[in-house]
């Protein structure tokens, strides 16, 4: 049971990427996802979670209206498109999995992907 998070970089600030969260393993269609960040010392925090059960998605407030969680069941993978970035959203980025959403964020987790570290310049 694995996921593998991709699609960081560097962008300056107002631009947009797209993170991807790739399960093997399992069909994370049974499972919640959610998008975690930890910023430089600071501690890990929930952004953004989507139901398995019900596709529900879920948003921390500081990222509503500008990352939208998404999923494509086919290739089993989970994305955050991330827009209009700020320099504040600067931080390495997991996705996680577990049994449900609690609100934007995962109570627990089966599995954690690697980071991929977004980088937005001022």
């Known amino acids: 049971v694995q996921l593998q998070a991709s699609g960081g970089g560097l962008v300056q600030a107002g631009g947009s990427l797209r993170l991807s969260c790739v399960a093997s393993?399992?069909?994370?269609?049974?499972?919640?996802i959610g998008w975690f960040r930890q910023a430089p010392g600071n501690e890990r925090e929930g952004v953004s979670c989507?139901?398995?059960?019900?596709?529900?998605?879920y948003y921390k407030d500081p990222v509503k209206g500008r990352f939208t969680i998404s999923s494509d069941n086919a290739k089993n993978t989970v994305y955050l498109q991330m827009n209009s970035l700020k320099p504040e959203d600067t931080a390495v980025y997991y996705c996680?999995?577990?049994?449900?959403?609690?609100?934007?964020?995962?109570?627990?987790?089966?599995?954690w992907g690697q980071g991929t570290l977004v980088t937005v310049s001022s």
């Open positions: 393993g399992f069909t994370f269609g049974n499972y919640a």
């Open positions: 996680a999995a577990y049994y449900y959403c609690s609100g934007y964020t995962l109570p627990g987790s089966l599995t």
């Open positions: 989507m139901s398995g059960s019900d596709g529900g998605t």
